[in-house]
């Protein structure tokens, strides 16, 4: 199983990026994917996550702002992140489990079997 996550960058406050998540394998679109970040010298922390089996999982701090979506077809996740803040400034991973994971556990890192290597996003004010 292989991730690779890609479109990370430096955007401007209030301005809009989209992070894309390539995943390989015969069971990809069967299984939850979800985006977590981590800021130095802060943990990892969950940022959203989906499935075809449940609606999507989208933490607190950036809900109403950031949207979780995946092409089945193309066994791609995405994260569109639109007016972000400085305090979204970190390292994106995604992240896969082999079939389903009972929704009030998305959010644990502790779940997830593979995870991409992560794309830098920086944030300016």
């Known amino acids: 199983v292989q991730l690779q996550a890609s479109g990370g960058g430096l955007v401007q406050a209030g301005g809009s990026l989209r992070l894309s998540c390539a995943t390989s394998g015969r069971t990809a679109s069967e299984d939850d994917m979800a985006w977590f970040r981590q800021a130095p010298g802060l943990e990892r922390e969950f940022v959203a996550a989906i499935s075809r089996w449940s609606p999507a999982t989208v933490a607190d701090s950036v809900k109403g702002r950031f949207t979780v979506s995946r092409d089945y077809a193309k066994n791609t996740l995405y994260l569109q992140m639109n007016s972000p803040k400085s305090e979204d400034t970190g390292v994106y991973y995604c992240?896969?489990?082999?079939?389903?994971?009972?929704?009030?556990?998305?959010?644990?890192?502790?779940?997830?079997?593979?995870w991409g290597p992560g794309t830098q996003v920086t944030v300016s004010s």
């Open positions: 992240a896969r489990r082999s079939g389903r994971i009972i929704t009030s556990f998305r959010s644990r890192a502790e779940v997830y079997e593979f």
